[in-house]
T-cell receptor, first 117, second 113 residues
Framework: GAGVSQSPSNKVTEKGKDVELRCDPI?????LYWYRQSLGQGLEFLIY????????KSGLPSDRFSAERTGGSVSTLTIQRTQQEDSAVYLC???????????????FGDGTRLSIL | GDSVTQMEGPVTLSEEAFLTINCTYT??????LFWYVQYPGEGLQLLLK?????DKGSNKGFEATYRKETTSFHLEKGSVQVSDSAVYFC????????????FGSGTQLTVLP
């Protein structure tokens, strides 16, 4: 597709269940990012992939959160044993390689709205 | 660490009014600066960017100038329209931070006809 695609668009699950969120970046974009948007916390960085490796996992809030990327394309964010505070919109973004030290703008998907009951 | 401080909202203006949304930043390196916009029910969209001091980003009548001396990147538009109603986010990307975006808290703008 033309843009970053995320699925599902909405997910409602019970506390304690595991959830898996998917991101399909723009074709050719080597960098992929996960963010979380929640009331009171704004937009928070979670993890960054360059190709299939994740040089920066500093934003993951706990060891219940993990992410992987395969084939330099699709990424999944997994939250184990979900808690109510995990309720948020999870956003994925991708960007193309920069040159000369500049940062290429990130293009965002529409997000997955996660609600933990 | 890096941070972005953004003018708190909500901001309500009449159509054709002048808009300023203030944004200041703190960064350890030489960041690129961005404004993103989120229209109701939609995802984040890049509005404009500036990658070095004194650069001016512009798009859809919006402008912002990268001011290194005041560490600011204020968003301006001379005449807002109802269709500009959205949440505006100032953000920076520091090369030393693996290029992740650090966002401000967002400013809700409502333009009344």
């Amino acid at each position: 597709g033309a843009g970053v695609s995320q699925s599902p668009s909405n997910k409602v699950t019970e506390k304690g269940k595991d959830v898996e969120l998917r991101c399909d970046p723009i074709s050719g974009h080597t960098a992929l990012y996960w963010y979380r948007q929640s009331l009171g916390q704004g937009l928070e960085f979670l993890i960054y992939f360059q190709g299939n490796s994740a040089p920066d996992k500093s934003g993951l809030p706990s060891d219940r959160f993990s992410a992987e990327r395969t084939g330099g394309s699709v990424s999944t964010l997994t939250i184990q044993r979900t808690q109510q505070e995990d309720s948020a919109v999870y956003l994925c973004a991708s960007s193309s390689p920069g040159t000369g030290g500049t940062n290429q703008p990130q293009h965002f998907g529409d997000g997955t709205r996660l609600s933990i009951l | 660490g890096d941070s972005v401080t953004q003018m708190e909202g909500p901001v309500t203006l009449s159509e054709e009014a002048f808009l300023t949304i203030n944004c200041t930043y703190t960064a350890t390196g030489y960041p690129s600066l961005f404004w993103y916009v989120q229209y109701p029910g939609e995802g984040l969209q890049l509005l404009l960017k500036a990658t070095k001091a004194d650069d001016k980003g512009s798009n859809k009548g919006f402008e912002a100038t990268y001011r290194k001396e005041t560490t600011s990147f204020h968003l301006e538009k001379g005449s807002v329209q109802v269709s500009d109603s959205a949440v505006y986010f100032c953000a920076l990307s520091d090369l030393g931070s693996a290029r992740q975006l650090t966002f401000g808290s967002g400013t809700q703008l409502t333009v009344l006809p």
